[in-house]
């Protein structure tokens, strides 16, 4: 017998969240499945992992994670349940719920609410990363980890959220103005392992990159359409540098998912590398959590973690 877990976080979309604990309990007794039912609130940092480690090694394989936010908490409840074969799932209550449009059909949560005790559970891809120098530790990302531009929009933005908590995800806009005069030049040193198993190693100004396990991010960008959840592929997204004034547009076919066309930007198919900061160390985020350091160590973990994917 399957047991669920609810993990709402205060934070997430404004405290959204809290406002469908009555609903997920009447949709569990609906079904005669309230002894199957668990509903927890994150009180703090790094709480959601504590919260589904805690679940996952007690039901293994019986258990469902279900991450009642953005891609924040997910990122947190997806570390934690690696390894246990308890399941994650996601119930799109956050500001951007980016990862949620790579594996759901839609996002209005009374849907997907209804359908969650009744997940079809099947593997999916996750990023592992090890961090170097200023920060050395080891990190699990479930959707994009990127740097360059777009994690300076992202500072930018949580400082807008910070002071204006009502802009919700107009903020990233305004993240993105703030931006704009930036310095925007951030070389790099890359090696990477491509899908047929080559080796390319190379040192080039980029004023972002984007490795892509699935293809949303920053609030409904959409840098890599084609990036599947389940295929044991990474999508790098290679923007070179250049003016503000050459930015503005493609930020448009960076949001539109219409980049694969563009000659300023490049993508690679791969499975591991190394990037390491040339001159300076990099700036970037993974799942939207910020960091600094040197060098970033990465690989694909093919259909290493099972996902709760909903029928709506």
Request: charged residues 20%; proline residues 4%.
């Amino acid at each position: 017998m399957k047991r669920f877990l609810y993990l709402l976080s205060r934070g997430a979309g404004r405290g959204k969240s809290i406002r469908y604990v009555r609903d997920i309990q009447d949709i569990f007794v609906s079904h005669g499945m309230q002894d199957q039912l668990e509903l927890r609130l994150t009180e703090h940092e790094r709480h959601a992992t504590e919260l589904a480690y805690e679940f996952a090694t007690k039901h293994g394989e019986d258990g469902v994670v279900y991450s009642c936010g953005g891609d924040g908490t997910l990122g947190e409840a997806a570390s934690a349940v690696l390894g246990t074969g308890c399941a994650l799932g996601v119930v799109p209550l956050g500001t951007g719920n980016d990862f949620a449009k790579s594996v759901l059909s839609t996002l209005a949560p009374e849907k997907v609410l209804q359908a969650s005790p009744f997940p079809d559970i099947r593997p999916i891809d996750v990023i592992a990363l090890h961090l170097e120098g200023q920060e050395d530790k080891d990190v699990l990302c479930i959707n994009v980890m990127s740097f360059g531009f777009d994690t300076l929009v992202l500072s930018k933005t949580y400082l807008l959220q910070e002071k204006f908590p009502f802009l919700g995800g107009v903020s990233y806009f305004g993240g993105v103005v703030a931006s704009l005069f930036s310095n925007k030049s951030f070389l790099t040193r890359m090696t990477l392992t491509r899908v047929d198993g080559r080796v390319v190693t190379f040192e080039e100004d980029h004023i972002l990159a984007a490795l892509c396990n699935g293809g949303y991010y920053g609030n409904g960008f959409h840098p890599a359409p084609m990036a599947k959840v389940d295929d044991g592929v990474l999508h790098l997204v290679l923007a070179e540098t250049m003016s503000t004034g050459q930015i503005l547009p493609l930020i448009l076919k960076y949001r539109n998912g219409t980049l694969v066309d563009d000659p300023r930007v490049r993508f690679e198919s791969v499975v591991s590398g190394v990037f390491e900061g040339v001159e300076r160390p990099i700036l970037g985020n993974h799942d939207g959590t910020i960091f600094e350091t040197n060098k970033v160590t990465f690989r694909v973990l093919p259909k290493a973690l099972p996902f709760a994917f909903l029928d709506v």
